[in-house]
């Protein structure tokens, strides 16, 4: 109850997202408070806001309710693979442009098998069991888990027909700084990535910043600047690779799960199809 209310903001929204009427989830909150001693929420124009109180309570259910969820799907371990819930998580690049059209057959094949795809850069913690499988895009260190390496994704710089255009083609990484660059905000390893692969310097000024990679995809594609981008994904949008024999680095692909999801059929044999559908994408894209 605390979680719906917390996560929706309002009674009637945690009545929803529980499927019960909102007076009885006004019940069970009163219960909840009488029980705890502790009032949970106050009223504000914007719902439901929670109490200094509460916000000390919430790390501590939020990990029971990843317990709970993680529970439930081991508990689950039927000998069919065509039930039960399999979890992914991977970041928004892979899991937007990549990862939906490799998991087409293995859904076709199970489709009473309920996938669960979490998506973004926040890397959800295998070894708690946040998540049944994960691919990343550095090698996982959580103890107890199983990873594989299935390839290496080569990343290159891009810019539409547009864009060239306009700007003109770089024949150096020197004249390509001069022009318009698309690069990160705020967030500094990104940052440093670039600058020890050589694209820019520290202090490189981006005309379009921004952290989140799909962000700086659809600038590509609207022909806002040159940018980053993995060759095979700009090259499913008609994105022209610049300076290909100048620049490029590769980053490593791998697939992980906790070692105990190996007993549950249905998570042990996504880990096996993900895995070889990664490898088969890498590796037919290597060029």
Not at 48 to 61: E, F, K, N, Y
Not at 145 to 150: E, F, S
Not at 163 to 182: A, K
């Amino acid at each position: 109850m605390f979680l719906a209310v917390l996560r929706s903001g309002s009674l009637s929204g945690a009545s929803k997202l529980l499927g019960i009427a909102q007076a009885t989830a006004r019940r069970r909150l009163d219960h909840l408070e009488q029980t705890l001693g502790l009032s949970l929420f106050t009223r504000t124009p914007s719902g439901l806001t929670p109490t200094s109180g509460a916000q000390r309570l919430i790390d501590h259910v939020e990990a029971m309710d990843l317990a709970a969820q993680a529970f439930n799907r081991a508990a689950s371990a039927e000998t069919s693979v065509d039930h039960g819930t399999v979890r992914l998580t991977c970041g928004e690049l892979l899991g937007v442009e990549v990862l939906p059209a490799l998991l087409r057959n293995f859904h076709y094949d199970h489709p009473g098998l309920k996938l669960e795809l979490s998506i973004g850069d926040a890397l959800e913690d295998i070894a708690r069991l946040q998540s049944d499988i994960a691919v990343r895009l550095m090698r996982p260190m959580e103890a107890d888990i199983v990873v594989r390496r299935v390839g290496s994704l080569r990343i290159g710089v891009h810019a539409s027909a547009e864009c060239l255009e306009r700007y003109g083609e770089p024949v150096s990484l020197t004249s390509l700084r001069q022009r318009p660059l698309i690069g990160p905000d705020r967030r500094s390893a990104d940052l440093r990535r670039l600058v020890e692969a050589g694209l820019c310097e520290a202090d490189q000024h981006f005309a379009i910043a921004t952290d989140h990679h799909l962000a700086q995809l659809a600038a590509l594609k609207a022909g806002l600047c040159f940018g980053l981008c993995p060759i095979p994904i700009a090259r499913s949008h008609g994105l022209i690779h610049v300076l290909p024999d100048s620049f490029g680095f590769e980053v490593e692909v791998w697939i992980a799960m906790h070692s105990d999801l190996r007993k549950i059929k249905r998570i042990a044999k996504a880990f096996e199809v993900v895995g070889e559908e990664l490898h088969h994408y890498l590796r037919s894209n290597a060029h």
